[in-house]
């Protein structure tokens, strides 16, 4: 019996997946998908991705600057940004805060995050977060608001476990992912354990994050010829998950399926 199945963040428009998204959608529908989150990094790939939720209805567009990519920010982004949420019912991300990657300039980082953040909670847009090593900055900046009253996602939340508590009480939703298997995550796994039942979520964030031995359905990238995350492995993330938490596959695809669907509700 195939379960009801749930991505809530990943980048199907990846230029690494060489065209192949319809064949991906039909593996992942194949593993019971039902819905997945497409997340835009920038200008330039905003395009793929709304064609993407216009072709297949599993994919539930979400359009917003990735830190890493606020160096091909046009001075018509606001407008561009409006444009996309305008066109289709979609969610806002992938943004945040970056603290860890190299040479990665902080500065503007904020400024950026803050505009977009704030044009989700003005209309009640579910948003994809990301966040290395601003933990801290993180939460002030979301607790001084304003924030979409449906919640935000912390996708592959690596913060620590004692803040979950307080990231709730904002609004804030869980997502694991399946490379959180690898033994080395240990850290990650444990503060997974805390996340409450109500707030956990599940994702590949495929292309990246590679499951354990690359998971049931390999996958490379055409050009390079390395390993990437299929997202139909998305059914191993859930079973890795039901392990982590001690519970069934059965209930926490139920679970997950609410939680998913009260965030994501009317997109």
């Not at 909670?121 to 979301?142: D, K, T, Y």
């Not at 298997?181 to 444990?190: C, H, L, P, S, T």
């Not at 996958?219 to 392990?243: C, M, R, W």
């Amino acid at each position: 019996m195939k379960h009801r199945l749930f991505d809530a963040h990943n980048h199907l428009q990846d230029d690494r997946f060489g065209g192949r998204q319809s064949e991906l959608l039909h593996a992942c529908e194949q593993e019971g998908l039902v819905r997945m989150v497409v997340n835009g990094s920038c200008e330039e790939d905003w395009p793929h991705v709304a064609e993407l939720a216009c072709q297949h209805p599993q994919v539930l567009p979400s359009f917003g600057y990735h830190p890493w990519y606020l160096h091909r920010c046009t001075s018509q982004w606001r407008e561009n940004l409006l444009r996309f949420l305008d066109q289709v019912p979609s969610a806002v991300g992938e943004i945040g805060l970056d603290r860890w990657k190299p040479a990665l300039p902080y500065e503007g980082q904020e400024e950026m995050f803050i505009a977009q953040f704030t044009i989700a909670a003005e209309r009640n847009l579910p948003v994809s977060i990301h966040c290395l090593q601003a933990w801290g900055r993180m939460f002030e900046i979301l607790k001084a608001g304003p924030r979409p009253a449906r919640g935000f996602l912390l996708h592959s939340y690596g913060g620590p476990s004692e803040m979950i508590e307080s990231f709730v009480k904002l609004g804030a939703y869980f997502s694991l992912p399946g490379n959180y298997a690898n033994e080395r995550k240990e850290r990650q796994r444990e503060t997974f354990r805390h996340v409450p039942l109500d707030r956990l979520l599940i994702e590949t964030d495929a292309p990246d994050q590679l499951i354990p031995d690359d998971g049931k359905h390999k996958l490379a990238d055409q050009t390079s010829g390395k390993p990437i995350n299929h997202p139909a492995n998305i059914a191993s993330v859930y079973e890795f998950a039901a392990k982590l938490r001690g519970v069934t596959i059965e209930s926490l695809a139920v679970s997950v399926e609410e939680n998913f669907l009260r965030l994501f509700s009317g997109l």
